[in-house]
């Protein structure tokens, strides 16, 4: 298995890492020619602004439309949510191009500038039970973004409590929870829909491959055949010795 992943700018060589980990080979892509040779594609977190003027240089953006049209695989995180969401809010005066295709709303700095970068512990049930392991995540949230509704065909894989200064803020349009007024508000921070995953943290920061195993899987179902990696919780050795945290703790 060859997984593409969009080379333009960001975190894209730390998800190469984590899939050479799991015993995959991720290739870049700068070019849209180089989308004929994949069948499945992460695009990275890095600044969307930034990354988006790299792809309509390139003139990436019919292709990527393309391969998401064709039900091939894609996993956006952090900036790469915020490419394949239908509609993103809250963008720097004369917006950004989107590829599209994930029926959701984003809002591209929900959780605020770089200095309130966070980590979080994320609830995941439907992964773990799926890849094995704890119930829960450590989110890397660095500049991210928030889901802020997400349409019926996009089943929600992770959301975490809206923090204080968000929770009042009316312009977002957050969806609440079941219609409770005494429920917590919730932002949304990780969906899939078909062939598209989406994440607002980024699972590649982490000793934690379970998201790209679960990713792995996916392009499997859809098409590539068997999966070519172990689908075990493993930590990565290399990263356990690491402090478990250099970012605050959203609680």
């Known amino acids: ?140 949230f660095i500049r991210a973004p928030g889901i802020l509704d997400v349409g019926p065909g996009v089943e929600v894989l992770a959301d975490i409590p809206v923090p204080f200064d968000k929770a009042s803020s009316s312009d977002l349009g957050i969806q609440s929870p079941e219609e409770n007024t005494h429920s917590e508000k919730k932002v949304i921070v990780a969906v899939r829909q078909g062939n598209l995953l989406a994440t607002a943290f980024h699972p590649e920061l982490t000793a934690d491959g379970r998201w790209h195993t679960y990713f792995l899987k996916m392009a499997g179902e859809i098409g590539e055949g068997a999966l070519c990696c172990r689908s075990t919780y493993v930590e990565d050795p290399s990263f356990s010795e690491r402090d478990k945290s250099d970012l605050p703790i959203f609680q």
């Open 1 to 140: 298995m060859v997984v593409g992943v969009l080379a333009l700018q960001g975190s894209f060589n730390e998800h190469i890492s984590a899939l050479r980990r799991l015993g995959v080979k991720g290739v870049e892509i700068r070019k849209p020619e180089q989308l004929q040779d994949v069948t499945s594609l992460i695009i990275p977190g890095g600044e969307s602004t930034t990354m988006a003027k790299l792809a309509e240089y390139h003139n990436l953006f019919p292709a990527l439309r393309e391969f998401v049209q064709m039900g091939k695989p894609v996993w956006g995180t952090c900036a790469g949510l915020i490419f394949l969401a239908n509609k993103a809010t809250g963008q720097k005066t004369g917006g950004q191009e989107l590829v599209g295709g994930l029926d959701c709303t984003v809002h591209r700095n929900f959780f605020g500038s770089q200095i309130q970068s966070f980590e979080a512990e994320l609830s995941i049930p439907e992964i773990a039970a799926k890849e094995g392991g704890p119930p829960i995540f450590r989110g890397v």
